[in-house]
């Protein structure tokens, strides 16, 4: 037993079964309404109840499958003792605590209506009432947000749009199409809203076309054959004549106006106007950002933009129950006009282009010659946070420098060394690149960019000139050769990778930071193969040189090899042995 029956179909569930055969009625939540089956005597409750929730992100309801509530169990139960004794089995957990009560239905629905006559009475927020349930925030602001869009409230006053809205017994958006509809379309309007309002007269074959349906209305009019629920058609038709009755227009039957059906579903649902993702796919994008999809194999899927009455918010994607095509031209007359500007991840250059825009969606879109210069920089900057330093050129010599910053940093605490980690260089783009982004609007210009300097010079003066000093990129060793230095974000000991033979002489560790650090020497082979490692390059001298000797001795022969590394003369390559 379910709404979309035939009427002959309901009738054989709720009447008595005409040779007294015993029958089971499988229904909704039947118990909620007031119809009575004759001869209930047992009822089976599933236990679950399928409750239609509102959902403001996109405006659309779904349904959800929840446990019931006791008052709802209760209720059900009832039927079996409506006309006499009876039973009722449950099927769920004897222990099995349900929640008490239904929420109260201000919590989940739509409020639109309701705030359109609150408006109307002067009440500007929830505030100004005394509510049994205060009806959420979200969902207050949601309807007032609708109510602006259908001209039918400013700044919290209703308009003479609204208070012609109230003047029809239907929904603010309903109402809206309809009293905006031009003569000339004012009786499409009518028939329309017949059809939103009510079941569908089609089957749910035939997909989602609102046009369908409008060609079946008018032919049932016109006494032609069509195929669809006479009596669903005699509803609809009734409710149409009341509609064109409080307009004062005539009914119309011509083809030709069931096409600007699209255009008058855009004053009831101007949110749900839609874009097709892909030529001929089922997925659109509605201007609130939402997707939804039309049933399979659907013809409307010929239209690259379409105007959604009826669907429902889904899990991920929506459903699509009713809709109708739209013109682009239509759409362009009631579009946004904005100058944009965004970055062309494929030219890697910020464009800029004039778009009409409808919410989430961009109709048409033309390339201006030249962003504004503000824009430029704000979307070059966005692009570089969003990419990283190396989007600007970012190299192993700009890695050098960070790293000797930001040991000084980590040493010297008190001083006032910027943070140039990637995070910190990324957050302070303003203050040491924009002055060099002038006339820059392609990734090729970044890269022409001579970075180096520019993270030079974005030190204070004062710091400038101790860098060098404090943490120096090389260090002459006793050989003569300038020996780089590696050093690490974190402060580490800065290493230094040189040959064993070039610190012949040195008895003390190298250092930086004026003395306080010592470097972390990785002594090599003449092969460049590391011998030791040490910080202590006296006690190295002492102690382990002599078992290294013996090694180096056998591994490189043609190599000088002293017994006191003190006073020997260090060299750069291969000096010849002169002991035996």
Not at 92 to 97: D, G, I, Q
Not at 156 to 180: C, D, F, W, Y
Not at 475 to 499: C, H, K, T, W
């Amino acid at each position: 037993m379910f709404a979309d029956l035939s009427y002959k179909q309901q009738e054989e569930a709720l009447l008595p079964d005409t040779s007294g055969q015993r029958k089971v009625v499988l229904s909704t939540s039947i118990a909620e309404t007031s119809l009575t089956i004759e001869g209930v005597k047992v009822v089976i409750d599933s236990g679950y109840a399928r409750v239609p929730r509102f959902d403001l992100r996109s405006g659309l309801t779904r349904l959800e499958t929840i446990r019931v509530t006791k008052d709802a169990a209760d209720q059900r139960r009832g039927r079996a003792g409506r006309l006499g004794p009876g039973v009722c089995y449950r099927l769920w957990p004897e222990n099995l605590a349900l929640v008490p009560q239904r929420k109260p239905e201000i919590l989940e629905a739509d409020l639109a209506p309701l705030l359109l006559e609150l408006f109307n009475w002067g009440v500007k927020s929830a505030q100004e009432l005394a509510w049994i349930t205060v009806p959420p925030t979200g969902a207050w602001n949601q309807a007032v947000e609708l109510l602006e869009q259908l001209g039918a409230i400013e700044k919290n006053v209703i308009t003479e749009q609204g208070k012609a809205m109230l003047k029809l017994p239907t929904h603010p958006r309903i109402a809206h199409m309809l009293s905006s509809a031009s003569q000339k379309y004012a009786s499409l309007a009518c028939d329309v809203a017949a059809l939103i309002e009510e079941r569908d007269p089609l089957s749910k074959e035939a997909g989602a076309d609102l046009g369908l349906r409008l060609e079946a209305l008018h032919k049932f009019r016109k006494g032609e054959r069509y195929f669809a629920d006479r009596n669903l058609l005699t509803r609809i038709e009734k409710m149409a004549a009341q509609w064109r009755k409080l307009l004062a227009v005539e009914a119309d039957n011509t083809e030709s106006s069931i096409h600007h059906a699209g255009e008058l579903l855009m004053a009831a649902y101007p949110e749900r106007i839609a874009q097709q993702e892909a030529k001929h796919s089922e997925r659109y994008k509605l201007a609130n950002g939402r997707v939804v999809k039309l049933p399979p194999h659907d013809t409307l899927v010929r239209e690259p933009w379409l105007c959604v009455a009826q669907a429902d918010a889904g899990q991920k994607d929506g459903k699509i129950f009713s809709a109708a095509g739209i013109e682009k031209e239509s759409l362009l007359s009631v579009a946004k006009q904005v100058n944009t500007a965004y970055w062309d991840e494929e030219r890697e250059m910020v464009t800029a282009a004039k778009e009409w825009r409808l919410g989430a969606l961009v109709i048409e879109q033309k390339p201006v010659p030249k962003p504004e210069g503000d824009e430029t920089l704000r979307i070059l900057l966005e692009s570089i946070q969003k990419k990283g330093l190396r989007f600007i050129g970012w190299e192993e010599k700009h890695s050098e420098w960070q790293a000797r910053v930001l040991s000084v940093k980590a040493w010297r605490p008190n001083e006032p060394w910027p943070d140039v980690s990637e995070e910190g260089l990324l957050q302070s783009l303003e203050i040491w690149l924009v002055p060099y982004l002038d006339n820059i609007y392609k990734r090729s210009d970044l890269l022409k960019l001579d970075l180096l300097t520019i993270l030079q010079s974005s030190l204070p003066w004062e710091l400038a000139q101790k860098i060098d000093a404090i943490a120096p990129r090389q260090l002459l060793v006793p050989s003569g050769s300038m020996i780089n230095l590696q050093y690490f974000s974190d402060g580490r000991a800065p290493v230094m990778e040189v040959r064993l033979q070039e610190m012949f002489g040195l008895l003390e560790t190298p250092t930086v930071n004026e003395g306080r650090n010592k470097i972390m020497l990785h002594l090599l082979s003449p092969g460049y193969k590391p011998v030791q490692v040490t910080q202590d390059l006296k006690s190295f001298w002492q102690t382990t040189y002599h078992e290294v000797r013996k090694e180096l001795r056998m591994r490189y022969p043609k190599h000088h090899w002293p017994e006191d590394p003190w006073t020997a003369e260090a060299v750069r390559g291969v000096r010849r042995r002169t002991d035996n």
